[in-house]
C-alpha cells in the first residue's frame, strides 16, 4: 500500500541533498555558474567565519597542537564545501581537508584551495589520474601499485596517499591482517609516497581499544622493518571527547569543527568550548489568525481550540529543514521563541504565535544558530531527531552567506 501524504509529511526520512546533488550534476555548465535570481523571501544559510577559527583554535589546544586533518565532506556538513574549505585554508592548525565525493575535491581546487587534499571516497583509473594531477590524495585500501605506477610515470612525481586500515569497523579498508603485505608493496615503490595509515573507530567502547592496539601493532611492526607508515590518525570528533589516547599523530574532527556537538554527552564534559558555525533562517511570508476549530496543515494536523495567531515560514523539508521539527522544535523571532505546529510541508512551516501577532511579514525567523536553546543540538533534542541530519540535508542549492 502506497504511503499517504500525512505518512510522508511526518515521515524522518530525507532525500534533499541526494536530489540537489542529482539535479546539480544534470544541470548544463553555463546554468549551474549562472547566479539564481532568489526572492528575499526564500530560507537561506549563514556561515560564521570567526566561530570556525574558535573551535579550530581549541581543538588544536585540546589535542596538544598535533596537526589536524579537518574532514568537511557532505558539502562542509552542510555549510558549504568551498565556504569552509577557504577559511581552512588560512589555518596553520589544519594540515590538510578530507573529503569523500571527488566532486567536492574539485570544487576545493577550483575554489583555490591550496592545503593537501584527501579523497576518502572510491574512484575509478580515469578519476584516480585526474585528482592525483591536481594534487588531490587518494585513500587507498586494495592493489593499486601498478595502476599508481603509471599515473606517476605520466606525471613525472611520485604519488601521495593514505592507507585505510579496517581495524573492526567492517565498513571500508584493507583488513588489518593483510594490510601489511599491501603496505610493504606500495611503499617498495618510488612512485609512492606514503603520507599516514588511518582508521575509523567504531565508537563501541571495548572495540575501539582493541582497533587503536591493531593499527598501533601494524605501525609498529611495519616501521621496524623499515617501512615509513607515516602519520597515524584515528579520532574522529567523537574521538575528541571519548578517546585521548588516539589523538596519535594527527586527529581527523568533522562535526566539531563546525562548532556542533555530535552527543548530548559531550556538551557537558567542559572538554570542548564550541560555537555553532552556522544557522538556517527565513522571513516571515504570512501572519494569520485562527478561531476555534480552524485547522492548519495536512489532514488538519494542528486545530484550533480558542482564537489563535500563527506565522508561516517559507521554509519546509525540501530546504533540509526536517519534518520531524512539528513534533517539538522552537522558531526564534524578534528574540522570542515560538513552537512549530501542524506538519512540515516541502516548502513551508507554521508557528504558533499565541494571543497577539507578535511579528510581521519580513521578520526574520532563525530556525538554528549558536544562541543557547536555539543551538542545532537544541532543535534535534527537542523533535528527537539527529544533529548530523539538521545540517548535513541542508539543500545545497540555497544561497550562503558568509559572515
Given at each position: 500500500m502506497s504511503?499517504?501524504?500525512?505518512?510522508?509529511?511526518?515521515?524522518g526520512t530525507t532525500l534533499v541533498a541526494a536530489a540537489a546533488t542529482a539535479s546539480l550534476a544534470s544541470t548544463p555548465a553555463a546554468a549551474q555558474?549562472?547566479?539564481?535570481?532568489?526572492?528575499?523571501?526564500?530560507?537561506?544559510?549563514?556561515?560564521?567565519?570567526?566561530?570556525?577559527?574558535?573551535?579550530?583554535?581549541?581543538?588544536?589546544?585540546?589535542?596538544?597542537?598535533?596537526?589536524?586533518?579537518?574532514v568537511i565532506k557532505n558539502n562542509g556538513y552542510g555549510l558549504g564545501v568551498a565556504n569552509v574549505g577557504r577559511v581552512f585554508d588560512d589555518e596553520a592548525a589544519i594540515t590538510g581537508l578530507a573529503v569523500v565525493k571527488l566532486h567536492e575535491a574539485h570544487q576545493l581546487r577550483d575554489a583555490g584551495v591550496r592545503k593537501p587534499i584527501l579523497l576518502m571516497g572510491p574512484f575509478d583509473e580515469?578519476?584516480?589520474?585526474?585528482?592525483?594531477?591536481?594534487?588531490?590524495?587518494?585513500?587507498?585500501?586494495?592493489?593499486?601499485?601498478?595502476?599508481l605506477d603509471g599515473i606517476a610515470t605520466r606525471l613525472q612525481r611520485a604519488v601521495p596517499l593514505h592507507v585505510c586500515i579496517d581495524t573492526g569497523m567492517g565498513r571500508v579498508g584493507v583488513p588489518y591482517g593483510n594490510a601489511p603485505a599491501l603496505i610493504r608493496d606500495l611503499a617498495r615503490r618510488s612512485s609512492i609516497a606514503i603520507k599516514g595509515v588511518m582508521t575509523t573507530l567504531s565508537e563501541d567502547p571495548d572495540l575501539d581499544i582493541e582497533q587503536l592496539r591493531r593499527l598501533l601493532r601494524l605501525a609498529d611492526d611495519l616501521k621496524q622493518a623499515g617501512v615509513d607508515v607515516g602519520l597515524r590518525h584515528a579520532a574522529s570528533s567523537f574521538g575528541l571527547f571519548q578517546h585521548r589516547d588516539a589523538f596519535l599523530d594527527m586527529v581527523r574532527p568533522g562535526m566539531a569543527l563546525f562548532g556542533i556537538y555530535s552527543e548530548?554527552?559531550?556538551?557537558?564534559?567542559?572538554?570542548?568550548?564550541?560555537?555553532?558555525?552556522?544557522?538556517?533562517?527565513?522571513?516571515?511570508?504570512?501572519?494569520?489568525?485562527?478561531?476555534?476549530?480552524d485547522s492548519a496543515g495536512y489532514n488538519r494536523a494542528y486545530?484550533?481550540?480558542?482564537?489563535?495567531?500563527?506565522?508561516?515560514?517559507?521554509?519546509?523539508?525540501?530546504?533540509?529543514?526536517?519534518?520531524q521539527a512539528a513534533k517539538g522544535?522552537?522558531?526564534?523571532?524578534?528574540?522570542?521563541?515560538?513552537?512549530?505546529?501542524?506538519?512540515?510541508?516541502?516548502s513551508h512551516t507554521i508557528v504558533e504565535l499565541g494571543d497577539e501577532p507578535r511579528c510581521a511579514i519580513g521578520d526574520v525567523a532563525t530556525m538554528f544558530d549558536w544562541e543557547e536553546g536555539s543551538r542545532p543540538e537544541d532543535v534535534a533534542a527537542a523533535c528527537e531527531g539527529s544533529v548530523y541530519d539538521l545540517t548535513m540535508h541542508l539543500n545545497p542549492?540555497?544561497?550562503r552567506k558568509v559572515i
Amino acid at each position: 500500500m502506497s504511503p499517504s501524504r500525512r505518512t510522508f509529511l511526518t515521515s524522518g526520512t530525507t532525500l534533499v541533498a541526494a536530489a540537489a546533488t542529482a539535479s546539480l550534476a544534470s544541470t548544463p555548465a553555463a546554468a549551474q555558474d549562472a547566479t539564481p535570481a532568489h526572492s528575499s523571501f526564500d530560507p537561506w544559510v549563514e556561515v560564521y567565519v570567526d566561530h570556525l577559527r574558535h573551535n579550530v583554535r581549541i581543538i588544536q589546544q585540546h589535542v596538544a597542537s598535533r596537526p589536524i586533518l579537518a574532514v568537511i565532506k557532505n558539502n562542509g556538513y552542510g555549510l558549504g564545501v568551498a565556504n569552509v574549505g577557504r577559511v581552512f585554508d588560512d589555518e596553520a592548525a589544519i594540515t590538510g581537508l578530507a573529503v569523500v565525493k571527488l566532486h567536492e575535491a574539485h570544487q576545493l581546487r577550483d575554489a583555490g584551495v591550496r592545503k593537501p587534499i584527501l579523497l576518502m571516497g572510491p574512484f575509478d583509473e580515469h578519476n584516480l589520474a585526474d585528482a592525483v594531477a591536481r594534487d588531490i590524495m587518494p585513500m587507498v585500501y586494495t592493489p593499486v601499485g601498478d595502476v599508481l605506477d603509471g599515473i606517476a610515470t605520466r606525471l613525472q612525481r611520485a604519488v601521495p596517499l593514505h592507507v585505510c586500515i579496517d581495524t573492526g569497523m567492517g565498513r571500508v579498508g584493507v583488513p588489518y591482517g593483510n594490510a601489511p603485505a599491501l603496505i610493504r608493496d606500495l611503499a617498495r615503490r618510488s612512485s609512492i609516497a606514503i603520507k599516514g595509515v588511518m582508521t575509523t573507530l567504531s565508537e563501541d567502547p571495548d572495540l575501539d581499544i582493541e582497533q587503536l592496539r591493531r593499527l598501533l601493532r601494524l605501525a609498529d611492526d611495519l616501521k621496524q622493518a623499515g617501512v615509513d607508515v607515516g602519520l597515524r590518525h584515528a579520532a574522529s570528533s567523537f574521538g575528541l571527547f571519548q578517546h585521548r589516547d588516539a589523538f596519535l599523530d594527527m586527529v581527523r574532527p568533522g562535526m566539531a569543527l563546525f562548532g556542533i556537538y555530535s552527543e548530548p554527552q559531550f556538551r557537558t564534559m567542559d572538554l570542548l568550548e564550541l560555537r555553532p558555525a552556522v544557522s538556517l533562517k527565513a522571513r516571515v511570508a504570512y501572519v494569520k489568525q485562527l478561531q476555534p476549530g480552524d485547522s492548519a496543515g495536512y489532514n488538519r494536523a494542528y486545530v484550533a481550540t480558542r482564537p489563535v495567531w500563527l506565522a508561516t515560514l517559507p521554509v519546509g523539508h525540501a530546504d533540509g529543514w526536517p519534518r520531524q521539527a512539528a513534533k517539538g522544535a522552537k522558531v526564534t523571532i524578534n528574540g522570542a521563541m515560538y513552537p512549530v505546529i501542524a506538519s512540515i510541508s516541502a516548502s513551508h512551516t507554521i508557528v504558533e504565535l499565541g494571543d497577539e501577532p507578535r511579528c510581521a511579514i519580513g521578520d526574520v525567523a532563525t530556525m538554528f544558530d549558536w544562541e543557547e536553546g536555539s543551538r542545532p543540538e537544541d532543535v534535534a533534542a527537542a523533535c528527537e531527531g539527529s544533529v548530523y541530519d539538521l545540517t548535513m540535508h541542508l539543500n545545497p542549492l540555497m544561497p550562503r552567506k558568509v559572515i
